[in-house]
């Protein structure tokens, strides 16, 4: 029934109107429909943001906008946050929509190449104290990730988390952070973090995992039911910490 009440939504955003997708000064020839959120006290948002071709220009959009949907059902069933399976946002990184969503979602960052606007908006944000969850890359991706946000913070690392850092274990214990490693591409899970002028973390990248794949899939035989556990409960963590720091 989810994946027809997707279906639905993605026919109806098409009937009412679309977020045309450009990338590198070139159109894509399919559209990726924005959402009308309810009312609630949360709602996250998913970044576009210029990209390298590497893998298609659309490596942005994966799982969108499933891993949303069951995300927020599992915030909706296990928190006492206020949030509906409709609570996202598809924003554009260079539209000044992005302040008002304090928590953000970006995929496949080895596809990463933004414009000097979107540099200027993510560094914006993280000193405003917004969040940011990288997820879905592997391997070489890193590096272009590193030289990415380099231009955003010339002086700011990615340091590593280890196993036992409270924004792993903010509301939920997650047992195993490599169960996942076997069911992603690339080798062991590798959790990285960026902080803001502050000292709070700002910036969380996933590295050789893929929790919007666990987060879409987990219903299916490929995604078994421990390490999608993990993925939806290291999301939610994420997402209260992106809210109580």
Same mark, same amino acid.
Request: net charge negative.
């Given at each position: 029934?989810?994946?027809?009440?997707?279906?639905?939504?993605?026919?109806?955003?098409?009937?009412?109107?679309?977020?045309?997708?450009? *990338?590198? #000064? !070139?159109?894509?020839?399919?559209?990726?429909? %924005?959402?009308?959120?309810?009312?609630? +006290? /949360?709602?996250?948002?998913?970044?576009?943001?210029?990209?390298?071709?590497?893998?298609?220009?659309?490596?942005?959009?994966?799982?969108?906008?499933?891993?949303?949907?069951?995300?927020?059902? *599992?915030? #909706? !069933?296990?928190?006492?946050?206020?949030?509906? %399976?409709?609570?996202?946002?598809?924003? +554009? /990184?260079?539209?000044?929509?992005?302040?008002?969503?304090?928590?953000?979602?970006?995929?496949?960052?080895?596809?990463?190449?933004?414009?000097?606007?979107e540099v200027e908006n993510l560094r914006e944000y993280v000193r405003r104290g917004g969040f940011v969850l990288i997820d879905d890359f592997d391997t070489w991706h890193?590096?272009?990730?590193?030289?990415?946000?380099?231009?955003?913070?010339?002086?700011?690392?990615?340091?590593?988390?280890?196993?036992?850092?409270?924004?792993?274990?903010?509301?939920?214990?997650?047992?195993?952070?490599?169960?996942?490693?076997?069911?992603?591409?690339?080798?062991?899970?590798?959790?990285?973090?960026?902080?803001?002028?502050?000292?709070?973390?700002?910036?969380?990248?996933?590295?050789?995992?893929?929790?919007?794949?666990?987060?879409?899939?987990?219903?299916?035989?490929?995604?078994?039911?421990?390490?999608?556990?993990?993925?939806?409960?290291?999301?939610?963590?994420?997402?209260?910490?992106?809210?109580?720091?």
């Open positions: 029934m989810k994946r027809i009440a997707v279906l639905l939504f993605v026919l109806a955003a098409t009937g009412s109107g679309l977020l045309q997708a450009q *990338f590198g #000064g !070139r159109r894509q020839s399919f559209q990726i429909p %924005d959402n009308t959120p309810p009312r609630t +006290e /949360l709602i996250t948002s998913r970044w576009h943001f210029g990209t390298n071709g590497a893998i298609g220009h659309t490596g942005w959009s994966h799982n969108y906008p499933d891993a949303e949907i069951n995300l927020n059902d *599992f915030l #909706g !069933r296990t928190t006492r946050i206020d949030v509906a %399976d409709e609570s996202f946002r598809l924003l +554009e /990184l260079g539209s000044p929509e992005i302040f008002e969503y304090p928590f953000a979602y970006v995929s496949e960052p080895g596809e990463m190449e933004m414009t000097e606007a890193m590096d272009n990730l590193r030289e990415e946000m380099s231009r955003v913070f010339p002086d700011k690392i990615f340091e590593r988390l280890e196993p036992g850092h409270p924004i792993l274990d903010v509301i939920f214990t997650v047992a195993d952070l490599g169960r996942m490693g076997q069911y992603v591409a690339g080798d062991e899970p590798v959790y990285y973090a960026m902080t803001n002028d502050l000292g709070e973390i700002a910036i969380v990248a996933l590295h050789n995992n893929d929790l919007a794949n666990f987060w879409e899939w987990y219903g299916s035989p490929q995604y078994p039911l421990e390490p999608s556990t993990d993925a939806f409960r290291l999301g939610a963590n994420m997402v209260v910490y992106a809210f109580t720091h």
